[in-house]
């Protein structure tokens, strides 16, 4: 137990700290945008054989979907800290997103905007002339989920062991011999 809360924290310290160097610095691309391009351009391929507008609004679908789907199945397992991080993932793979939402000149690296999937999302939606505003509340909504996972991480971590020692407690409690009992519970190695 103390290892893996060792583990998270030190997760948790990580992230927290990745956050801090990605508001501060503000890279144009960081390392952990490989893994973000790489769902986006995996979302274009899934999406391949639907028509052109589910093709080319594909790789934004996969990059916020993913996270988010990721978030829901550590929920549904009731793993807390799971979806806590995958809601950082989230808040941080909006805030890469918002470089390919934003005008081409100010947006992501080149290299990536050779499709311009936005510029035609742009044109689908009307916003073209607002590409700008879009990608500051999409950076402003992805810092927010980012903190939200942080701090949700860490209370997670940091409630799983007031709740194993309430479980302790209730259970020597509970009449139950000592020598039946679990040895998380009593504290006693096997």
């Known amino acids: 137990r103390s290892a893996q809360r060792a583990w ?21 691309f960081s390392p952990f945008d490989w893994i973000n391009v790489l769902v986006h351009e995996t979302g ?53 997103l918002a470089t390919y939402i934003g005008p081409s000149k100010e947006g992501a690296v080149e290299f990536f905007r050779t499709s311009a999937d936005w510029d035609q999302i742009h044109v689908w939606l009307g916003t073209a002339y607002q590409s700008s505003a879009l990608a500051g509340w999409v950076v402003s909504l992805g810092i927010v989920l980012m903190f939200f996972g942080i701090v949700t991480a860490l209370v997670a971590t940091l409630r799983s062991r007031l709740r194993v020692n309430k479980e302790q407690a209730r259970l020597a409690d509970s009449g139950i011999p000592e020598a039946l009992l679990p040895p998380a519970i009593t504290g006693h190695k096997q």
Do not use: E, N
């Not at 998270?8 to 144009?28: K, Q």
């Not at 080319?56 to 988010?68: D, E, K, R």
């Open 8 to 28: 998270r924290l030190g997760v948790i310290a990580g992230v927290a700290a990745f956050s801090l160097y990605l508001m501060i610095w503000r890279p144009t």
């Open 44 to 96: 274009h391929l899934v999406f391949l054989p639907f028509a052109d507008a589910a093709a080319t609004a594909g790789g934004s679908i996969l990059q916020i979907g993913l996270p988010l789907l990721l978030a829901l199945a550590y929920l549904a397992q009731d793993d807390k800290f799971g979806a806590s991080i995958s809601i950082w993932w989230l808040g941080q793979s909006l805030t890469f």
